[in-house]
């Protein structure tokens, strides 16, 4: 990825059990430093998302990194940024396994 | 809403996006776009400007089927590729 292009990557996540779910993601970035330079443009985040049993979704998120990263001297050494989304059921009480992400 | 448990000072703040979220495609309507993108990846090592062309067509069919807001694809990062068609036109 090269700062200041847009760019596009998937995630998949599927609904391992016989209900439907709402689910609500969060996401993070590491280092904690570039998350700052990580800009969404648009991604399934911060909405509640609802899948039915067994459904498998592929999720998109369209970002760029802040061109400014490549002049800031304490990012001289990252070459590598990962972002991670966790989901949450958005209804309470109900305890389910966390899917798995590509 | 933070994921990371940690004892620093600062605590990582999650942004919502720009342009907001995407809606689900439950019916994979744009799978075979993000199908070609994702061999477009792998064959090029995973070089993401390698893919920008399908990355562009993927956006393109989820605004034609109301799966995005409609946006000039200009003002999301492909306004090369987009002056690269239009010089290519008059050829035909």
Known sequence: ?102 | MSTAMNFSSKSFKPRPPDKGAFPLDHFGECSAFKERFMQCLRDSGYESSACRQRAMAYLECRMERQLMANEPLEKLGFKDLIDEKSEAKPEK
């Open chain 1, 1 to 102: 990825v090269v700062p200041g292009e847009t760019a596009l990557a998937f995630y998949k996540a599927k609904n391992p059990t016989d209900k439907p779910i709402v689910g609500i993601s969060t996401y993070n970035v590491i280092p904690f430093e570039a998350g700052q330079y990580f800009n969404k443009i648009q991604c399934f985040c911060f909405e509640e998302q609802w899948l039915n049993p067994q459904e498998e979704v592929d999720m998109p998120v369209f970002f760029y990194i802040d061109p400014e990263f490549v002049e800031d001297p304490k990012m001289a050494k990252v070459d590598l940024i990962t972002l991670s989304y966790t989901f949450f059921e958005a209804k309470e009480g109900q305890k389910l396994p966390l899917p798995g992400y590509q």
